[in-house]
């Protein structure tokens, strides 16, 4: 079970932080990932980062403005961003990919969902 918290209404250019929490599974055991929905698109890749933290990767939109991070011996994965833009707005999913190593940017990779927290970011 995943579950996302932290998100809310911010102005442009404030920050937030995201986490996730991660139960009945040991996520070292998972690439996770963030993803965002925002109303009457398609679910886009936000970032992503391996079991170990060694490698991450980053959406071109959110690169330099966003920090994927984790800490498994608490069962966590966060999102730190920072400079957000009212294109920013938008559910904010968590993600739990089985193979470890990949740093994939596609949805269908991904087997376990969290239920989405709301980002919305008022200019």
């Known amino acids: 079970q995943l579950e996302e918290s932290g998100g809310g209404l911010v102005q442009t250019g404030g920050s937030l932080r995201l986490s996730c929490a991660v139960s009945?599974?040991?996520?070292?055991?998972?690439?996770m990932g963030w993803f965002r929905q925002a109303p009457g698109k398609e679910r886009e890749f936000v970032a992503t980062?391996?079991?170990?933290?060694?490698?991450?990767n980053y959406a071109a939109s959110v690169k330099g403005r966003f920090t994927i991070s984790r800490d498994n011996a608490k069962n966590m994965v966060y999102l730190q961003m920072n400079s957000l833009k009212s294109e920013d707005t938008a559910v904010y999913y968590c993600?739990?990919?089985?193979?470890?190593?990949?740093?994939?940017?596609?949805?269908?990779?991904?087997?376990?969902w969290g239920q989405g927290t709301q980002v919305t970011v008022s200019s």
């Open positions: 993600a739990a990919d089985h193979s470890k190593w990949r740093v994939s940017p596609r949805t269908e990779e991904y087997e376990y």
């Open positions: 980062i391996t079991w170990n933290g060694g490698s991450a």
């Open positions: 009945r599974r040991t996520i070292s055991s998972y690439a």
